[in-house]
């Protein structure tokens, strides 16, 4: 017998009750046994999860000097006290700054330059105190710089409550407005802010235009984006001369423009929405400029005048390309930064306005991730820009948008001695069942051979475009130093090859992912990188829903899931347009109240689809508070799983009564998470 095997007899797994409910749609009947879960009132709910916790606990005592270990190890790899790299804008110098011992970033200012005094401008951890959660939204500084607008949420609930600073006291505004989201825009008076406010479903479904020391009740409704597939935010143009209001769904946009001199003024609309229309807009001079999908898949960009902005004006600057993905614009006083995907990896070209000349600004390693950081100047020479890879740490660099050179202001500091030759990258190709080629991003302690004896974890998204990024990471260290080989699978459902790639891997395409998955999965073990029994999985969110379907799947090919906050109830969850997302996921995943998508996403939908079979060991995790996808998913799941795996493997539920969908916001309390994790991870690999 072994350990999981007398642990299980001494701590008996929670058996959720069951309170069957029959879902019937299109004739088909569904029976749900857990259906119970979602009442967050029902008295034995919190008792379950609180079980479930339990459980997982003492199934994870024996890891817990582990636990402390690799958290120890990660903790020492970071600088604790840090500074970011100060960006100006005018005449100020803003940078953020941790301190050892504090969860939460401190933001401060330097006036004319940076041997000026610093000013603290809001410390998050004075904010958190007494939280067991904290969210920081909002950060605004007014156009005077004389007023910080921010926004927090304690709850993880991401309903955040906006406030005033005044700067020059340190005095807040008496006025403070609850149920807002995260994006906010001054005017140019520096009296008036246009933010937005949620609704029942944590919804972003209104505008409205606060002035500074009115009561909220006065504040001005703009808007109201009734759709219930839209979401509404507002932003301000780097060139300070408009505010932007945009509703968007997945698949269209439309945005509204005002001039930012003139709050009191009424939004002008661009282009009105066509269905399945994407498009954003920037400023410069008397033109917008616009990336967008119109006839054009994988982007194109245009511009058109201020003063006639409609479509028939639109001229186009760069056409449609079947190869290269225009990923969007970034524009300043006399350049233009062109930010592109080709065959899997990103580049950009900056050109200069006056001239049309342009320059690329390139990278060497094989798989890596680069994007635009802190540019709140429009009339600057300076561009500035992340970089990282699998094996180089955050860099921040200054690119001089005239002469080409580059100057690394700053690279993460890792702790510890990390010597990047020490570890080795590699771009590899498996190829699918249809024979599609599928990108692999792949890293290693340098010297391991593929003898089919390496511990290997592989983890992916493949939903909504987003693309995977190939980032740096010091607690990956803490596995990639005990052998473990980390691997991400840029499956379809992403946007890493191109527009079609995400269009492959959704709607009625949506098993492409899944099967992509396994496809990675199986071409590692075939060049003798792993083998099935040294094999664990993980993904998050919508790559929690890419676990569950290749468990579902595959269950034999995986020794270990890590699944946290995964989204499995595809089919009932998507019915329900009380919750948040839920109406706006038709445009991704199809609406089933269309029999022809119910039982497409009903034959993959992790939940509908568990089996009295054999699953790896699994741990599962969930917040209470998660707005985006509820605790009850990864409950349920959890409950069917143990109802009817016919295994001895370990099944551990673990939720956070107190945070939201990213889990604790604490640096430290996400350490000890990630901690927890790979612990569970080396012990089922048998590292332990």
Same mark, same amino acid.
């Given at each position: 017998m072994n350990k999981d095997q007398v642990l299980n007899k001494i701590v008996t797994p929670p058996i959720a009750e069951e309170h069957p409910q029959v879902l019937e749609l299109h004739g088909d009947r569904r029976l749900d046994k857990y259906f119970w879960m979602r009442?967050?009132?029902?008295?034995?709910?919190?008792?379950?999860? +609180?079980?479930?916790?339990?459980?997982?606990?003492?199934?994870?005592?024996?890891?817990?000097?582990?636990?402390?270990?690799?958290?120890?190890?990660? /903790?020492?790899?970071?600088?604790?006290?840090?500074?970011?790299?100060?960006?100006?804008?005018?005449?100020?110098?803003?940078?953020?700054?941790?301190?050892?011992?504090?969860?939460?970033?401190?933001?401060?200012?330097?006036?004319?330059?940076l041997e000026a005094p610093e000013e603290i401008?809001?410390?998050?951890?004075? /904010?958190?105190?007494?939280?067991? #959660?904290?969210?920081?939204?909002?950060?605004?500084?007014?156009?005077?710089?004389?007023?910080?607008?921010?926004?927090?949420?304690?709850t993880g609930s991401e309903e955040y409550l906006l406030c005033f600073l005044d700067l020059n006291t340190h005095q807040l505004y008496p006025e403070t407005i609850p149920k807002t989201y995260f994006s906010l825009a001054w005017s140019n008076d520096n009296q008036t802010a246009f933010y937005t406010r949620i609704d029942d479903a944590n919804r972003p479904y209104q505008l409205l235009k606060h002035k500074l020391g009115n009561c909220p009740q006065e504040d001005v409704l703009i808007y109201e984006e009734k759709d219930d597939i839209y979401h509404l935010h507002v932003e301000k143009t780097r060139s300070k001369s408009y505010i932007f209001m945009v509703m968007q769904s997945s698949i269209t946009t439309e945005v509204h423009y005002l001039d930012a001199n003139n709050p009191y003024g009424n939004f002008q609309i661009i282009r009105p929405r066509t269905t399945g229309v994407e498009y954003n807009v920037d400023h410069h001079n008397n033109n917008f400029y616009i990336v967008t999908n119109d006839a054009a898949t994988?982007?194109?960009?245009?511009?058109?005048?201020?003063?006639?902005?409609?479509?028939?004006?639109?001229?186009?600057?760069?056409?449609?390309?079947?190869d290269v993905l225009l990923l969007g614009v970034s524009l300043f006083a006399n350049h233009l930064v062109i930010y592109e995907r080709k065959g899997g990896l990103q580049t950009a070209r900056v050109q200069n306005?006056?001239?049309?000349?342009?320059?690329?600004?390139?990278?060497?390693?094989?798989?890596?991730? #680069?994007? +635009? %950081?802190?540019?709140?100047?429009?009339?600057?020479?300076?561009l500035r820009f992340n970089y990282t890879s699998l094996i180089t740490p955050q860099s921040v660099f200054d690119y001089n948008m005239e002469t080409n050179q580059r100057e690394l202001k700053k690279q993460t500091e890792v702790l510890g001695g990390y010597n990047p030759s020490q570890y080795e990258s590699q771009w590899l190709m498996a190829t699918a069942t249809d024979g599609t080629k599928v990108p692999i991003s792949i890293v290693y302690k340098r010297g391991t051979n593929k003898d089919g004896k390496n511990p290997l974890l592989l983890t992916g998204y493949g939903a909504y475009g987003s693309s995977y990024p190939p980032s740096?990471?010091?607690?990956?260290?803490?596995?990639?130093e005990r052998g473990v080989v980390f691997a991400i699978a840029h499956i379809r459902g992403g946007e890493e090859m191109g527009r079609k790639w995400y269009e492959q891997g959704k709607f009625l395409q949506k098993k492409n992912t899944f099967t992509d998955f396994i496809a990675c999965a199986e071409y590692l073990i075939s060049q003798g990188w792993t083998t099935c029994d040294r094999l664990a999985i993980t993904g998050g969110s919508a790559g929690g829903l890419l676990m569950g379907a290749v468990m579902n799947m595959r269950p034999d090919l995986f020794k270990v899931v890590v699944a946290n906050v995964p989204f499995v109830d595809v089919v009932t969850t998507i019915l329900d347009t009380s919750l948040p997302l839920s109406a706006m996921e038709w445009e991704e995943w199809g609406n089933p109240n269309d029999k022809v998508y119910y039982d497409y996403m009903k034959s993959y939908s992790p939940y509908d689809n568990v089996a009295a079979?054999?699953?790896?060991?699994? /741990?599962?995790?969930?917040?209470?508070?998660?707005?985006?996808?509820?605790?009850?998913?990864?409950?349920?799941?959890?409950?069917?799983?143990?109802?009817?795996?016919?295994?001895?493997?370990?099944?551990? /539920?673990?939720?956070?009564?107190?945070?939201?969908?990213? %889990?604790?916001?604490?640096?430290?309390?996400s350490l000890r998470e990630l901690a927890f994790e790979d612990a569970f991870i080396l012990d089922r690999l048998g590292l332990a």
């Open positions: 009442d967050l009132d029902h008295p034995q709910l919190i008792p379950y999860l +609180e079980a479930e916790n339990a459980y997982t606990a003492a199934m994870m005592q024996h890891t817990e000097a582990l636990q402390t270990q690799l958290y120890n190890e990660m /903790l020492s790899r970071i600088k604790e006290t840090d500074l970011s790299v100060p960006s100006r804008k005018d005449e100020y110098y803003y940078y953020s700054r941790t301190e050892a011992g504090k969860s939460y970033p401190i933001h401060c200012r330097k006036k004319g330059s401008i809001l410390d998050e951890n004075e /904010l958190a105190q007494g939280h067991e #959660f904290f969210d920081l939204g909002v950060f605004a500084i007014s156009p005077n710089h004389q007023i910080l607008a921010y926004s927090f949420d304690t994988n982007f194109k960009l245009v511009k058109t005048p201020v003063a006639k902005p409609s479509l028939e004006n639109w001229e186009t600057i760069i056409p449609h390309r079947e306005l006056s001239t049309r000349e342009e320059n690329n600004i390139i990278f060497p390693e094989p798989t890596y991730e #680069f994007f +635009e %950081g802190s540019n709140p100047e429009f009339n600057t020479q300076v740096f990471s010091s607690t990956r260290l803490t596995l990639l079979t054999d699953y790896p060991d699994t /741990l599962i995790t969930a917040g209470l508070n998660d707005s985006r996808v509820k605790y009850w998913e990864p409950a349920k799941w959890t409950a069917k799983l143990r109802e009817l795996k016919t295994d001895d493997h370990l099944l551990l /539920l673990k939720t956070n009564m107190e945070a939201g969908h990213g %889990g604790p916001s604490g640096r430290y309390e």
